[in-house]
T-cell receptor, first 116, second 114 residues
Framework: AQKVTQAQTEISVVEKEDVTLDCVYE???????LFWYKQPPSGELVFLIR??????QNEISGRYSWNFQKSTSSFNFTITASQVVDSAVYFC?????????????FGKGTKLTVNP | EPEVTQTPSHQVTQMGQEVILRCVPI?????FYWYRQILGQKVEFLVS????????KSEIFDDQFSVERPDGSNFTLKIRSTKLEDSAMYFC????????????FGPGTRLTVT
């Protein structure tokens, strides 16, 4: 069965610190997709990244970077030089059904608070 | 930029009443989803819908729930007889084929059952 574990419930950092949010997943499939979503205090879900299981290259987008390691079934998310606006709940998610209807299985989320 | 819209943003209803949550997915998308998030908890899949029928549903999606695409633009979630435990944020999402399979989420409808 598919499962996503975000062991860090809450993280608090001071602005400009780097922070890494952990995500560990379980799946029986060899083909799957991993996602990160951001949920700011306003409540909407903002898509950040999608990565398929065949692409293990790390990705960087501005201050955000993602480290995908199949060997450890992890898809960690790092924010460099954090800012107050990064304060949100971050969800990691997994989908085992690419190519059509994709049910997303979410982790419980990590609440990040960036203090000025 | 196209976006998923949901109405109402907040719905308050009494236990036992029927509610309909409405969503307008992105126009060229073909897959539609409902998720719910009980306050402070994770987002949970309810149902996916494709080609005018349910593709998959979770254990949460029991006989009290139904979905419909009544016309070419709307996608609705109906709860026939609401319970207190149905209080949650309900998110609609849509995704396309041949693109990046990203699910775009609407802003959510907060349902409060009293």
């Amino acid at each position: 069965a598919q499962k996503v574990t975000q062991a860090q419930t809450e993280i608090s950092v001071v602005e400009k610190e780097d922070v890494t949010l952990d995500c560990v997943y379980e799946t029986r499939d060899t083909t799957y997709y991993l996602f990160w979503y951001k949920q700011p205090p306003s409540g909407e879900l903002v898509f950040l990244i999608r990565r398929n299981s065949f692409d293990e290259q790390n990705e960087i987008s501005g201050r955000y970077s993602w480290n995908f390691q199949k060997s450890t079934s992890s898809f960690n998310f790092t924010i460099t030089a954090s800012q107050v606006v990064d304060s949100a709940v971050y969800f990691c998610a997994l989908s085992e059904e690419p190519g059509g209807s994709e049910k997303l299985v979410f982790g419980k989320g990590t609440k990040l608070t960036v203090n000025p | 930029e196209p976006e998923v819209t949901q109405t109402p943003s907040h719905q308050v209803t009494q236990m036992g009443q029927e509610v309909i949550l409405r969503c307008v997915p992105i126009s060229n998308h073909l897959y539609f989803y409902w998720y719910r998030q009980i306050l402070g908890q994770k987002v949970e899949f309810l149902v996916s819908f494709y080609n005018n029928e349910i593709s998959e549903k979770s254990e949460i999606f029991d006989d009290q729930f139904s979905v419909e695409r009544p016309d070419g633009s709307n996608f609705t979630l109906k709860i026939r007889s609401t319970k207190l435990e149905d209080s949650a944020m309900y998110f609609c999402a849509s995704s396309g084929i041949g693109t990046s399979y990203e699910q775009y989420f609407g802003p959510g409808t907060r349902l409060t059952v009293t």
